[in-house]
């Protein structure tokens, strides 16, 4: 019989590439976790299971029968103890349920955010400690332990782009405009990975042999970015700044950008390096990382100047979605980021 796989997530950015990863591997069914209505396109054999990850009592049932568990939904910013309920309590409540259901594969997306704002230079997984900065990647960092406790997989990747991105690139376009001009000068390496190949690594990490699961592992391709080439792709693909633009002194930008918390999260984080090794990683799970940025990111280029932007989250409101090390940081609470 083909394997059976809960996904939490489905309908946001890194879950509906799992989804989509299922469909193009086929021989796989899935049973999608929603608040609400089924995410579009929902067709066997994937069914739809109804609950919540802030109500616990909800979750009952919701592991029976299921081999394997990808949980990718978690709340991003707002109020601290919304996200404790639904990151740290949710999780606990739904691996809890996947131990009593008999469940022996549970994957769980976290973030390189849990480590903190760096600098990091070819860090392989256990070099670092956990220093999460923010209420979210606090709340994600004991999720992870409850996953470990329970024998699980904890997957975490740095920046995911591509299709369904709002949070990366929208947060450097965030930058780029309020800076109106590109910083100049050499800024970190930032790994860096394609959703599509981060939604075939978590599903793979649930498809195999119990015995070679369990622990951390970092999920970014193993070519770090440049934070200059970051900024580059992203200027050349809205059209900003000509190529015979002066460029701005990092120090300057800083000053520039006082008064924009937003923009200037965003420039500390790439002025310095976030590069996670762990290329053994891809043969580990038997899909492959995918093209590198420089080669992956033009394919996207239309999509993105298609989209309508995310809009600024404002201080104290969260969202139900994937952390990213780019979203917006939680004003509110006077942590920044990561």
Not at 66 to 90: F, I, Q, T
Not at 99 to 114: E, K
Request: with cysteine; net charge positive.
């Amino acid at each position: 019989m083909s394997p059976h796989v809960l996904v939490t997530g489905s309908g946001g950015f890194v879950g509906g590439h799992v989804v989509a990863a299922a469909g193009a591997a086929g021989g796989v069914r899935l049973r999608l976790l929603a608040r609400a209505g089924p995410p579009p396109g929902l067709r066997p054999p994937h069914t739809l299971v109804r609950g919540d990850l802030a109500e616990p009592a909800s979750l009952a049932g919701v592991c029976d029968g299921v081999d394997a568990v990808v949980h990718c939904a978690s709340r991003v910013g707002g109020d601290p103890g919304e996200l404790r309920r639904v990151n740290d309590l949710g999780t606990r409540a739904l691996v809890e349920e996947a131990q009593r259901a008999g469940v022996r594969r549970f994957v769980y997306l976290s973030t390189a955010a849990v480590h903190g704002r760096g600098p990091f230079r070819a860090v392989r997984p256990g070099e670092v400690p956990l220093a999460p900065v923010s209420a979210t990647s606090r709340t994600r960092a004991a999720a992870e332990g409850h996953v470990l406790a329970a024998g699980g997989t904890v997957l975490r990747p740095h920046l995911v782009y591509g299709a369904g991105d709002r949070w990366v690139v929208p947060g450097v376009l965030t930058l780029l405009r309020a800076l109106g001009a590109r910083p100049e000068g050499r800024l970190g390496r930032q790994s860096a990975v394609d959703a599509a190949a981060l939604g075939r690594a978590l599903l793979s990490a649930a498809l195999a042999p119990p015995e070679h699961t369990g622990g951390v592992r970092f999920v970014n391709h193993p070519r770090p970015v440049p934070g200059e080439d970051l900024l580059t792709a992203v200027a050349e693909t809205y059209g900003l700044f000509p190529g015979t633009a002066p460029g701005l002194p990092l120090e300057e930008a800083r000053a520039r950008l006082r008064g924009h918390p937003v923009a200037l999260h965003h420039l500390e984080l790439l002025a310095v390096d976030h590069w996670f090794e762990d290329t053994p990683v891809w043969d580990a799970l038997g899909c492959s990382p995918g093209p590198s940025f420089a080669e992956g990111f033009p394919r996207y280029a239309a999509r993105y100047r298609n989209a309508e932007p995310a809009p600024p989250r404002e201080p104290g409101r969260g969202q139900r979605t994937p952390d990213a090390a780019l979203s917006v940081p939680s004003v509110s609470s006077g942590e920044k980021g990561r």
